[in-house]
């Protein structure tokens, strides 16, 4: 079994299921990130994103999954993952 399968398979038994990534505006602010892997030929790969560097941004210049806070026009959590993965 590669890497990624393992991963695939760990994760399947612990997240929710995508259908019921709602966003809860009303409670909270929501935001979702991406993680995004691939199989190389001796490992299983991450996409990390370096945050800009900005004054006051207590993240800034932090290695970080992508992602971000959800937009009234995203239809659900993985819509905004994807946007902001985009």
């Known amino acids: 079994m590669s890497d990624l399968e393992l991963i695939r398979r760990r994760l399947n038994e612990r997240l929710v299921p995508p ?3 709602r966003i809860e505006t009303a409670r909270i602010r929501q935001a ?3 993680l995004l892997l691939r199989q190389s030929q001796s490992a299983a ?3 990390i994103i370096k945050r800009a ?4 941004d207590p993240w800034s210049g932090h290695l ?3 992602g971000g806070r959800a937009e009234p026009e995203d239809a659900d959590l993985l819509a905004t993952a994807a946007r902001e993965t985009h």
């Open 19 to 21: 259908h019921n990534l």
């Open 45 to 47: 790969e991450l996409l």
């Open 64 to 66: 970080a999954l992508p």
């Open 53 to 56: 560097e900005r004054d006051g």
């Open 32 to 34: 979702a990130v991406t």
